[in-house]
């Protein structure tokens, strides 16, 4: 199939979702824009506030942190709330919390303000795939999770080019200070965040049907523990390496090369119309050389480009190996994720994902913590080799583990 006939086929199905589906959509589009006014500005306005990155890394990884506390629980609310109110409940909650958050920077209280953040938003995001499968018929359903991705991607080009530019057009017609400009900018985020909830209350409830096989039995329990094992080995060792630089990427630019936030922003957004480009790509390749091999080439392609980023003093090689690093990285993460519902049992699917994402969360929360205080008394060169080791050990680990097991399917 042509690349017009797969577009015309793909917009066609788009066309055929449900009313629930296209206002989640919205929702997530309306999101995904305010968060990435945070993405861009937000660790810019905490050291503009005269915080140092250590105590920045401690803000950025409790939100994670609550993500591996609260999963269980809040999946369990999710199922009893129905999706609906689950996501209204995380989303008015998370837009709240992140006004707070642009109204102080003062350490302690941006600490709990980051833990209840990740609460709210881990409630949102546990809902969404459930939502999606209960509100999409088989033959459109990968497309509507495929859609969902690219719409979060097309609200983060818009939303980062709108954040970099902001605080620049604000100074200059107010007059005010960068850190003004920085709160006004993520205040303005946090409203657009805010209105997701327009769409959230249209949604039409979908009946639920009580079903005792929704509960863990301790036997799928085991189950997906034993399943689980190798994919969380190597899910901790990427969590690890990213937690160790994505939440900094805005502060690497700002302090080692002064990028302003128009920069950045630009930068983010550029990174996300790759990452689009490469996800299309993906399937393709992972057809072509085997969903294993995919994933091993992408990751070990991406860690000339981690080194590059640690020792470049040249501002658009950095942005090159920047841009380079995002998408080989996503191009991966959907086939490894399809790769893993294939060869874990049918009973043990969400219990494995659960698993897995958790600890890919948990090894980032930890090493962002590490991160900032590494940056604060060593620089920023130290954070991006360490991260390149982290993504070889997953990535080797990935090929022994799997590539046999794949040849035999």
């Given at each position: 199939m042509t690349i017009v006939?797969?577009?015309?086929?793909?917009?066609?199905?788009?066309?055929?979702?449900?009313?629930n589906a296209k206002l989640y959509l919205l929702s997530t589009f309306l999101i995904s824009v305010g968060f990435s006014f945070y993405g861009v500005l937000f660790n810019?306005?905490?050291?503009?506030?005269?915080?140092?990155e250590g105590i920045i890394g401690s803000i950025l990884s409790l939100s994670g942190l609550a993500l591996v506390i609260t999963a269980l629980p809040a999946g369990i609310l999710s199922d009893r709330l129905g999706r609906k109110k689950a996501m209204i409940i995380g989303t008015l909650a998370g837009a709240l919390l992140s006004i707070f958050r642009a109204l102080t920077v003062n350490g302690p209280g941006l600490l709990s303000l980051s833990?209840?953040?990740?609460?709210?938003?881990?409630?949102?995001?546990l809902s969404a795939a459930p939502f999606m499968m209960e509100n999409s018929r088989p033959e459109e359903r990968t497309h509507l999770f495929s859609a969902s991705f690219a719409v979060m991607l097309m609200a983060g080009i818009a939303g980062n080019l709108a954040a970099g530019e902001l605080p620049g057009l604000v100074m200059n017609i107010f007059g005010i200070s960068i850190f003004t400009a920085y709160r006004f900018a993520l205040l303005l985020g946090s409203g657009i965040f805010l209105t997701a909830l327009w769409p959230l209350f249209k949604i039409s409830e979908t009946p639920k049907v009580p079903d005792e096989s929704n509960l863990i039995s301790l036997k799928r329990l085991v189950q997906?523990?034993?399943?689980?094992?190798?994919?969380?080995?190597?899910?901790?060792?990427?969590?690890?390496?990213?937690?160790?630089?994505?939440?900094?990427?805005n502060l690497y630019f700002a302090k080692r090369f002064g990028a302003s936030s128009s920069q950045i922003g630009l930068y983010f957004s550029v990174s996300q119309i790759f990452?689009?480009?490469?996800?299309?790509?993906?399937?393709?390749?992972?057809?072509?050389?085997?969903?294993?091999?995919?994933?091993?080439?992408?990751e070990l392609l991406s860690l000339p480009f981690l080194i590059s980023l640690g020792a470049e003093k040249v501002l658009y090689i950095a942005v090159l190996s920047f841009w380079m690093r995002a998408s080989l990285m996503q191009m991966s993460s959907p086939i490894s994720s399809a790769f893993m519902m294939?060869?874990?049992?049918?009973g043990a699917r969400a219990t494995v994902n659960s698993i897995a994402t958790m600890a890919w969360t948990l090894s980032w929360t930890f090493s962002t913590a590490f991160s900032g205080w590494a940056m604060q008394h060593y620089g920023y060169a130290m954070p991006y080799y360490l991260t390149a080791g982290c993504y070889a050990v997953s990535a080797i680990s990935f090929y022994l583990l799997y590539n046999r097991k794949e040849r035999r399917r």
């Open positions: 006939g797969f577009l015309v086929n793909y917009f066609k199905l788009a066309g055929r979702f449900s009313r810019l306005y905490l050291t503009e506030g005269g915080l140092q833990f209840l953040g990740g609460i709210a938003s881990t409630l949102y995001v997906g523990f034993k399943a689980a094992a190798g994919f969380v080995w190597c899910n901790l060792w990427i969590g690890l390496g990213a937690g160790l630089v994505i939440p900094f990427f990452t689009l480009a490469a996800v299309l790509v993906g399937p393709a390749l992972a057809k072509r050389f085997g969903k294993v091999k995919t994933v091993v080439a992408m294939e060869v874990v049992p049918d």
